[in-house]
T-cell receptor, first 116, second 113 residues
Framework: GAVVSQHPSWVICKSGTSVKIECRSL??????MFWYRQFPKQSLMLMAT?????????EQGVEKDKFLINHASLTLSTLTVTSAHPEDSSFYIC????????????FGPGTRLTVT | GIQVEQSPPDLILQEGANSTLRCNFS?????LQWFHQNPWGQLINLFY?????KQNGRLSATTVATERYSLLYISSSQTTDSGVYFC???WGAGGTSYGKLTFGQGTILTVHP
C-alpha cells in the first residue's frame, strides 16, 4: 500500500515553454503533498507543501510564480514549471502523506526535467 | 531550522559485510524516516522511527530521541543495497510545519561483489 505515482518520468522542453508534472496517490487519500527538487549528487530540497483545496506554502527562495502548485483533490497534485529555463533542469520529486501513520511521507518515482 | 548530519558520506563494502549509518539531528523531532534512493532516483521507505528500535529483514534501525541520533544497520550486505541512504526528520505540533521533512546529505553506499 501507500503508492505514489508521477507523470511524466522524464520530459525535455524548450526554453520559454511550460511543463506540468502530475503526482497521484494511488491507494490512499493524500491530505498533504510535498514537492522537492534534487540536483545531481545532492540531497532533496523542499520546494512547497500543499493541502487539498488550499494554496500551497512555498519555502523561502522558491518563486511561486515560476513553480505553480495545484492540489485539486485528495489524490492529485500538479507542479507547473512556467517559462522554463535551462537552470530549471533538475529532478523533481513529489511525496504524499495521509496514510497511517499520517506523518509518514511516501515518495513518487520522480520526474527528470531537461530544458534546452 | 533543524540541522541533519549523516555519516559517513561514502561507504564501500564487500558483499556480506555489515555496516552502520548514523544520523544526528539538532532539535527535537516527532518524525524520522530512513530512505534508500535507488539508481533510478526512487526513494524507498525503509523505516519510520521517531524513537525506539525496528527490524525488517537484514535492516534494522534505532533512534535515541533524547540524544538526537538514529542508526541504520545493514547486515550481510548485497550488491542491490547500493545507492544513497537518506535520513529525514520532521518537527512541529501542527500548522504549516507539520509533516515537513528536512533531509540529511545522505550516505553513498557501494557494495562490491
Amino acid at each position: 500500500g501507500a503508492v505514489v505515482s508521477q507523470h511524466p518520468s522524464w520530459v525535455i522542453c524548450k526554453s520559454g515553454t511550460s511543463v506540468k508534472i502530475e503526482c497521484r496517490s494511488l491507494d490512499f487519500q493524500a491530505t498533504t503533498m510535498f514537492w522537492y527538487r534534487q540536483f545531481p549528487k545532492q540531497s532533496l530540497m523542499l520546494m512547497a507543501t500543499s493541502n487539498e483545496g488550499s494554496k500551497a506554502t512555498y519555502e523561502q527562495g522558491v518563486e511561486k510564480d515560476k513553480f505553480l502548485i495545484n492540489h485539486a483533490s485528495l489524490t492529485l497534485s500538479t507542479l507547473t514549471v512556467t517559462s522554463a529555463h535551462p537552470e530549471d533542469s533538475s529532478f523533481y520529486i513529489c511525496s504524499a502523506s495521509g496514510a497511517v501513520p499520517r506523518v509518514v511521507q511516501y515518495f513518487g518515482p520522480g520526474t527528470r526535467l531537461t530544458v534546452t | 531550522g533543524i540541522q541533519v548530519e549523516q555519516s559517513p558520506p561514502d561507504l564501500i563494502l564487500q558483499e556480506g559485510a555489515n555496516s552502520t549509518l548514523r544520523c544526528n539531528f539538532s532539535d527535537s523531532v516527532n518524525n524520522l524516516q530512513w530512505f534508500h534512493q535507488n539508481p533510478w532516483g526512487q526513494l524507498i521507505n525503509l523505516f519510520y522511527i521517531p524513537s525506539g528500535t525496528k527490524q525488517n529483514g537484514r535492516l534494522s534501525a534505532t533512534t535515541v530521541a533524547t540524544e538526537r541520533y538514529s542508526l541504520l544497520y545493514i547486515s550481510s550486505s548485497q550488491t542491490t543495497d547500493s545507492g544513497v541512504y537518506f535520513c529525514a526528520v520532521g518537527w512541529g505540533a501542527g500548522g504549516t510545519s507539520y509533516g515537513k521533512l528536512t533531509f540529511g546529505q545522505g550516505t553513498i553506499l557501494t557494495v562490491h561483489p
